[in-house]
């Protein structure tokens, strides 16, 4: 398993088009591109939701949707440290899923670079047709449980 803290972590997005966004993960060397989707579920909000959750010390997963594919992210919390892995899965069937990237990390560094995805998208400020609404309005509580030691 990767040691995540040694590793910068990032992720971008191109501005949203009717539903879809460009997204790019980069763990270290590693880049996953993902051509999400707003439906059935908004990631985005799902990824502010999983960052409350992982920091508040409970596992969460999002899921990315590309019709019909998907990626799962999932934060698993242990102690001081946060597990991360996102997996490919066909069909965007869980069952059959196979993990394209994994690590650990400490709980700021894992989570803050999400954090901060969701906090560049917000200043976008996407619009429907493009991106459906996102309730940011705890943004700053989850940065600050996420930064607690």
Same mark, same amino acid.
């Given at each position: 398993?990767?040691?995540?803290?040694? &590793?910068?972590? #990032?992720?971008?997005?191109?501005?949203?088009?009717?539903?879809?966004?460009?997204?790019?993960?980069?763990?270290?060397?590693?880049?996953?591109?993902?051509?999400?989707? =707003?439906?059935?579920?908004?990631?985005?909000?799902?990824?502010? =939701?999983? &960052?409350?959750? /992982? /920091?508040?010390? &409970?596992?969460?997963?999002?899921?990315?949707? &590309?019709?019909?594919?998907?990626?799962?992210?999932?934060?698993?919390?242990?102690? =001081?440290?946060?597990?991360?892995?996102?997996?490919?899965?066909? =069909?965007?069937?869980? /069952?059959?899923?196979?993990?394209?990237?994994?690590?650990?990390?400490?709980?700021?560094?894992?989570?803050?670079?999400?954090?901060?995805?969701?906090?560049?998208?917000? /200043?976008?400020?996407?619009?429907?047709?493009?991106?459906?609404?996102?309730?940011?309005?705890?943004?700053?509580?989850?940065?600050?449980?996420? #930064?607690?030691?």
């Amino acid at each position: 398993m990767t040691e995540l803290s040694t &590793l910068p972590i #990032k992720m971008r997005n191109q501005p949203p088009r009717h539903g879809w966004m460009g997204v790019t993960l980069t763990l270290g060397a590693q880049v996953v591109e993902i051509d999400a989707s =707003d439906v059935p579920n908004n990631p985005v909000a799902d990824l502010l =939701d999983a &960052l409350d959750l /992982a /920091a508040h010390g &409970l596992p969460s997963r999002v899921w990315w949707h &590309l019709e019909p594919d998907g990626y799962f992210m999932y934060f698993i919390p242990d102690g =001081d440290q946060v597990h991360f892995r996102i997996d490919f899965a066909p =069909d965007s069937e869980a /069952a059959r899923a196979h993990t394209v990237a994994q690590g650990t990390g400490s709980r700021a560094h894992v989570l803050l670079p999400f954090w901060r995805f969701v906090r560049n998208f917000q /200043a976008g400020a996407y619009t429907e047709p493009h991106w459906p609404p996102t309730d940011f309005s705890r943004i700053d509580v989850v940065e600050a449980r996420i #930064k607690q030691a």
